[in-house]
């Protein structure tokens, strides 16, 4: 199966979710693969804006399947309240996807990353201090929750896990 593959220079604003958009409608799947809801795309449909900040931009798109994959972050107040919003709006997020290995924002990681960057002082870096940093070190050192871990009732313990 072939595939189009839309990867920026690490910047923002290349146009990237615009580029999603016009695509789209040629593809099955658009899928977010890496980051969280600290970016954002801007998709205008008719006289229509819509600002995403964790859903891929190919939830807007009739007939395309979005996939939330396993190297984004997820903010779960940020995913529920981007697809109330946009089902009172009548978009039908019903085909949404979301990898059981995404990683979970947990409240703590917005803390940790604030009083971090505050710690820095003048050699701070920046961040949005929505716990993107943070939850993505929990990743890498294989802690934290995983959106799997929400819905399977049989997952074995934390401590099982080698993760106490």
């Known amino acids: 199966m072939p595939g189009v593959v839309i990867v920026g220079a690490q910047w923002g604003d290349e146009g990237k979710g615009k580029a999603t958009d016009v695509l789209g409608s040629r593809v099955d799947y658009v899928v977010k693969f890496n980051g969280g809801n600290n970016a954002g795309h801007t998709v205008v449909i008719g006289d229509q804006k819509f600002a995403l900040h964790l859903l891929p931009s190919g939830i807007l798109t009739p007939g395309v399947t979005p996939v939330i994959g396993n190297g984004v972050v997820v903010d779960i ?29 947990a409240p703590y990681a917005r803390t940790l990353d604030n009083v971090t960057e505050r710690f820095l002082g003048k050699r701070k870096i920046g961040t949005t201090g929505r716990g993107i940093g943070p939850a993505y070190a929990d990743k890498i050192n294989r802690l934290g929750l995983r959106m799997g871990d929400l819905f399977d009732e049989q997952a074995p313990a934390r401590q099982d896990r080698g993760l106490s």
Request: cysteine-free.
């Open 77 to 105: 107040s940020v995913l529920f309240g981007e697809i109330d919003a946009l089902i009172e709006r009548g978009v039908d997020p019903s085909k949404l996807l979301i990898s059981n290995a995404a990683h979970i924002i």
